[in-house]
């Protein structure tokens, strides 16, 4: 990891940018996904801690089978919120997946020295201890935060833009 709930900082933060056009949802779905095999090999204590799920090709992969279903689980979940029909569309869901796995590697790269995120072509993890973990740590909370108040107040400018343009229709 960073300790998966860490990654959604990234992921709220994308959400504050790109509204939308980008689902927390699938986003985090994707960090559980990436962190089962690690989950896994904790807990049996065999195999590689962070393995293939935590290099860019294995992130691929677990980034279509996020979008697949986590695009389903999404919607029925914000159905169940919201109380009424939630779409995701595909473009979205792939993005949000790509972005959540893409960005599980590289943090987690930052801190695993088990970790070969460009296996099979390199064993070279050239941005590991570039921070420190705390200094890691803190990054991912100041990004969850800063992102929890862009997207208010993002999301408030748009909505009261979109209010005007009414009017004048
Ligand atoms: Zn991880």
Redesign the pocket.
Known sequence: ?PF?PFHMGTGISIKALLQGSFSLMVFGWTQIV??IQ?LVVLITGEGHL?GFS?TYIGACLLAIFSALSGKYLSEIALKMVQRRPIHIAWWVSLLSAFVGSFS?VLL?SIMHADMEPFFPFSEINPILGIISIPALHKLCIYLGLFGAAAYFVIHIYLSKKHEQRNRKD
Do not use: A, L, N, R
Request: aromatic share 0%.
């Open positions: 990891m998966t990436m962190d690690p962070h935590h599980h987690d």
